[in-house]
């Protein structure tokens, strides 16, 4: 590599003493540059990541496999094999709600500081120059990490995209630098994730002491994003988004929403049918009695964003509707769903015969062979982890969306539990529900992380993601996200809002099918306006309308899994002690919010919910277009 690559970059005064050090640097060429230093230079069919740590010697963190179709990656330890919910420190003094390096572990950063770069003086380097949102709309960032961590570079470089060694511009400046340090996970975190921030006046750094890329590669970099948005007045919302085209070339364009595990990768997902052609729509926990559903024709979809989009001012228009396109130049996808051959034929298709190798984790992989996603690596005997995934690229991904689009439907997803009269929980909503814009709010701030959440360390019992189901990759602080997540909702509002569970309606297991069969209803019907008689208030107000009938295709669903209380299972009194619990829930959460800096606006719609206020209520505060 000659030097002017290096000399074309504006590099912060820390990382300039990094690279003046002497030590080798290494600017990525292309892609097959990038696979070729996951697998260790490509000298070795399974290379070990390992690391010299004082005190305890050499620790091998991950092994990387070379198949047929991709690098496998694989944690020795179970722990980091997904991402801990609580990792994120802020170092600086800026405004933050979230925990401080100094409170946590009583001193200052910047010795660590110090002495992570002192390491990352005596390491082979790769230095990757990327845009952090996108090449169009977004901001110069670099990863600095230790060259046996290829892996990591590679998996970045397919997420957010690269700049080659031979494209850098002159005067590349970055706002953004992940030093990767992953030894210092041991001797100053007891083998903990932790991803410190700190946000300078000219660049926000981003120490990632780990190796697992979703809180760093993945969410760190969305961080930055929020952090930018938060000083510009924009959201990059969590969230995936699909066109709609139906056999009648009818098009709609959803934006799905939600917690990690809250359905948005499945929202770009074909229905899933049985062998035969059947869809099971849900099985009866109590009875086991499965209900099919028969489609003879299902949508086509046109992906446009898997878990990041950006609703950057550059690209909104006068249209009322929220505009919004891919933060992201590949996805993150979770694939656990996918246990035996022939459940997801596109994705089994997409990661089995590949236009180029890819990058798994968390999968048997067996060097030499072909890398397959149902079969996932074992936290235990018997015990497969919850989550295997694979770093899709969007240029692999067949009718991909490279365009900005209008959103017509805004949907918020939740996992929720099995509800019935004896052991009622907050299960209680149908397949899909109609949401004044001020409930949509209310939902964005409390953002269940749900029931049995595969993706992150912390599952048990209800608790909230944060507002707008990505705080906890945020560093500053929640009410400046609800402020600016209200503003964002006034001001388009011909974009309309639905409520969506996934995995139970009342005492049905349904999976994701609530999120698909409102897909192929709400195309077919061309727009989520409603006729007064069509809907009916939901019995819990947090749920807005209800449907009083759901026809797709010829196929009227039974009612019961519309207004959740007409199930048998679950009754009038199974019901409202579910709404008693998710009430609760949403008080607790809300009261969070309430302080001087919140809108006026705001303090109403919450004071509202806080005095149990009724549907009518909460559309006197934002009135819904029906």
Request: include cysteine; proline fraction near 7%.
């Amino acid at each position: 590599m000659s030097k002017s690559a290096l000399e074309k970059m504006v590099l912060p005064g820390d990382l300039k003493k990094i690279v003046d050090a002497g030590a080798k640097i290494i600017i990525p060429e292309d892609r097959k540059h990038l696979l070729t230093l996951a697998m260790g230079n490509g000298e070795n069919e399974l290379f070990e990541v390992a690391y010299e740590v004082p005190g305890q010697g050499k620790i091998t963190e991950v092994t990387v496999a070379k198949c047929k179709n991709g690098a496998v990656v694989n944690y020795m330890d179970m722990y980091m094999r997904r991402r801990d919910p609580d990792c994120m420190v802020v170092a600086d003094s800026g405004e933050t709600d979230k925990p401080r390096y100094r409170d946590i572990y009583g001193e200052d950063f910047n010795p660590l500081r110090n002495l992570t770069f002192d390491w990352l003086k005596h390491q082979n380097l790769i230095i990757m120059p990327f845009m952090a949102g996108g090449a169009e709309l977004g901001y110069p960032a670099l990863l600095v990490a230790p060259v046996n961590a290829g892996f990591f570079a590679a998996g970045l470089a397919d997420l957010q995209g690269f700049i080659p060694q031979n494209e850098i511009p002159e005067g590349f400046k970055p706002k953004a630098v992940i030093y990767l340090a992953p030894p210092y996970r041991h001797t100053h975190f007891d083998g903990k994730q932790v991803v410190v921030h700190n946000r300078l006046e000219d660049v926000h750094e981003l120490f990632s002491y780990n190796l697992y890329p979703g809180p760093s590669a993945k969410k760190g970099i969305y961080g930055v994003l929020l952090h930018i948005g938060e000083l510009e007045g924009w959201v990059t919302v969590h969230a995936s988004t699909v066109k709609v085209i139906t056999p009648y070339e009818n098009i709609i364009t959803i934006m799905h929403e939600g917690a990690s595990g809250g359905g948005k990768s499945e929202m770009l997902e074909q229905i899933h049918k049985e062998l035969d052609g059947r869809i099971i729509l849900a099985v009866n926990t109590v009875t086991k009695e499965k209900t099919y559903l028969e489609l003879k024709e299902t949508c086509e979809l046109e992906p446009v964003t898997d878990d990041m989009a950006l609703c950057h001012p550059a690209i909104q228009n006068e249209s009322k509707k929220l505009v919004v396109k891919d933060a992201e130049q590949g996805w993150f996808l979770r694939i656990n769903h996918i246990n035996k051959y022939g459940t997801d034929p596109h994705y089994e298709k997409l990661c089995i015969h590949p236009k180029e190798p890819l990058i798994f984790l968390n999968l048997q992989g067996v060097p030499g062979s072909t890398c397959l996603i149902w079969e996932h690596t074992m936290d235990e005997p018997g015990k497969p982890c919850p989550n295997p995934r694979v770093i899709m690229p969007r240029k692999f991904v067949p009718n991909i969306v490279d365009d900005s689009v209008e959103i017509d439907v805004r949907s918020f997803g939740v996992r929720t539990p099995p509800c019935t009269k004896e052991k009622p929980s907050y299960g209680i909503i149908g397949v899909f529900h109609i949401l004044p814009p001020s409930l949509a709010w209310l939902w964005r701030l409390v953002a269940p992380r749900g029931h049995d959440n595969p993706s992150i360390t912390d599952t048990e019992g209800m608790s909230s993601e944060g507002v707008g189901s990505y705080w906890p990759f945020a560093t500053g602080k929640m009410v400046d996200q609800a402020n600016l997540l209200l503003d964002q909702i006034i001001s388009t509002s011909a974009t309309r809002y639905i409520l969506i569970p996934n995995q139970h309606i009342g005492a049905y297991k349904v999976g994701f099918m609530p999120q698909w069969v409102s897909r192929e209803y709400l195309a077919r019907r061309g727009t989520a306006k409603f006729r007064e008689e069509q809907l009916v208030a939901s019995r819990c107000p947090l749920l807005g309308y209800s449907l009083e009938t759901l026809k797709v295709d010829g196929t009227f669903l039974s009612k019961g899994f519309l207004q959740p209380n007409l199930q048998p299972e679950v009754g009038n009194d199974g019901y409202d002690a579910g709404a008693k619990i998710l009430t609760s829930f949403f008080k607790r959460e809300l009261a969070k919010f309430v302080s001087p800096e919140l809108s006026p606006l705001g303090k109403k719609i919450i004071e509202c919910c806080i005095c149990n206020g009724k549907l009518e209520d909460y559309l006197d505060l934002i009135p819904m277009r029906m």
